[in-house]
């Protein structure tokens, strides 16, 4: 079964230009955090977490080097949607952190997020 991918960014991670601090992408914990709200809607998405540090391969692969910024959801091949931001060898890439909550929305049954 073709499934949608969300890759985000795995917490806890370092970075040399700040020694002896940890962080996490508040983009990605916001859509951690509506993923462990709705669990059984969750389990219809691949979620990769993938380590901060660039090269990001697993990005790579699906979505392109010019696409490693994250969060970022690459729909299941022949999807579509008008909130796409790209796409990568016929796959549409949303990279927006509100675009993805649209898309969780519309394709997977999430509720929207109040204005």
Known sequence: MKRDTLFLVQPGFTDPAYPDQRFYCWHCALLE???????????????????????????IAMAG????????????????????TGEHNGRVIVADKDKILAVLSERHGFPNPHP
């Open 33 to 59: 955090g509506v993923l462990a709200s709705f669990p059984e809607l969750a389990e219809h998405i691949d979620v990769q977490r993938v380590a901060w540090l660039r090269p990001r391969q697993d990005v």
């Open 65 to 84: 080097s010019q696409n490693q910024s994250l969060p970022l959801m690459v729909l299941a091949e022949g999807s579509a949607t008008p909130h796409r």
